[in-house]
């Protein structure tokens, strides 16, 4: 698997800056690297927040999960580590804002992104998948099977994300 940014996917991100084509043509190049993400074998980068929603708006299905990558997955079945029992696909966490949700986007992705950091410390790197949904985890968290990895996520997007949950949310306080 051939590890890539978003500015060098096969789609006009040549000039080597961040961001050299206007937004509506970010958003057709972001929907042609979800759509050839296999016929290129590249996974890209995403750099932050702004880049995660243009994916979303791409219309694939998109989750994040934290582990030591897609190979590495694909290596072993994924566990229920309190019970043991074998799960019918990885556990990852939808990037799509629910219905009832009326802040911005990129509220909503520094929530997600934010849920499971504690396991960077732990050896995982966080990356952006899609898949067949085929059951819950013991978390609640769709299993996916059939899985097709899109980008990883660059420590910049996390150090955004982290900054954006700490200002704009009220984490811990208590629901009753």
Same mark, same amino acid.
């Given at each position: ?5 978003? /500015?060098?996917?096969?789609?006009? &991100?040549?000039?080597? /800056?961040?961001? +050299?084509?206007? /937004? ?6 972001? /929907? @042609? ?8 074998? #590249?996974? &890209? !980068?995403?750099? $932050?927040?702004?880049? @995660?929603?243009? @994916? =979303? #708006?791409? $219309? ?8 030591? $990558?897609?190979?590495?997955?694909? %290596?072993?079945?994924? !566990? ?32 997600? =992104?934010?849920?499971?950091?504690? #396991?960077?410390? *732990?050896?995982?790197?966080?990356? @952006? ?5 085929? +059951?819950? $985890? ?8 059939? =899985? ?5 996520? %660059?420590? *910049? ?17 208590? !629901?009753?």
């Amino acid at each position: 698997m051939v590890i890539t940014t978003f /500015r060098h996917f096969p789609c006009g &991100f040549g000039s080597g /800056r961040r961001y +050299d084509m206007v /937004r509506p043509d970010r958003r057709r190049c972001l /929907r @042609l690297a979800v759509a050839f993400r296999g016929h290129f074998g #590249e996974v &890209f !980068t995403v750099h $932050g927040l702004t880049e @995660l929603a243009d @994916l =979303i #708006e791409t $219309g694939t299905p998109l989750y994040v999960r934290y582990s030591p $990558g897609p190979e590495a997955d694909a %290596a072993h079945p994924s !566990t229920d580590h309190e019970s043991g029992l074998l799960m019918p696909g990885v556990s990852a966490n939808s990037l799509e804002p629910p219905g009832w949700w009326t802040r911005p986007v990129a509220d909503w992705l520094a929530r997600r =992104i934010c849920q499971y950091l504690r #396991e960077v410390h *732990e050896g995982a790197r966080p990356w @952006l998948l899609t898949g067949r949904e085929t +059951d819950f $985890g013991p978390d609640n968290e769709p299993l996916l099977a059939d =899985i097709q990895p899109i980008a990883w996520i %660059a420590p *910049e997007l996390l150090d955004e994300a982290r900054e954006r949950y700490r200002a704009r949310f009220n984490a811990g306080r208590s !629901t009753h």
